[in-house]
């Protein structure tokens, strides 16, 4: 019985080698690594969008349930008007938005005091910056969205982002949306 052991090209049953084999699975293969890739980092911005605004509305919300209003404003306190201002800015840079006035179609934040029975003088409003044209699904005057027939005065915050996922081939935008309200502490 004799064993040959052959170095470099390796020799098949058809007489040819297996040169460029490699080259060919890489060539084939690429453009799915390159989609997972990209596909994963979009996502992954994406996702971190979406915890942004959900902490910009959070904080937002919750300065303006601390900060003073009224409807005289005296010493440290701010005319409804200053305050749903003040808190949209606050939301917007926030949620990674430079600023209220840099807010485009792909995005709005809205903020609303909502007047229960505490709060003398002060009655519901509701500022709404960005996208331009009709308001977003719930946004009222005096209101950001419907959170039930409560008797005390809160802050409502709402944020709209687009977000997109792009993974090369296949491409969509996601649509992140957040609210928050918390009860107003000052009276």
Known sequence: ??????????????????????AVEFALLIPIFVMLTF??????LAFWHNIAITQ??????????????SGSPGPGELTLTAWLDM??????????????GELTDHGFVCVAFVAGSGLAGVDSAAVTFGRVGDLPDGVTDTQCFDDGDRPDDRVQVRIHREAEFNAVFLGTTW??????SIPYERS
């Open 39 to 44: 596909g994963m980092l979009t996502a992954g």
């Open 1 to 22: 019985m004799r064993i040959r052991l052959t170095c470099g090209n390796r020799r098949t049953d058809g007489g040819g080698t297996d040169r460029g084999a490699a």
């Open 56 to 69: 910009g509305a959070r904080d937002a919300a919750r300065l303006g349930s601390t900060y003073p209003i």
């Open 87 to 100: 808190v949209a800015n606050v939301a917007a840079v926030e949620a990674g938005f430079p600023s209220i």
């Open 175 to 180: 649509d992140l949306n957040t609210r928050s």
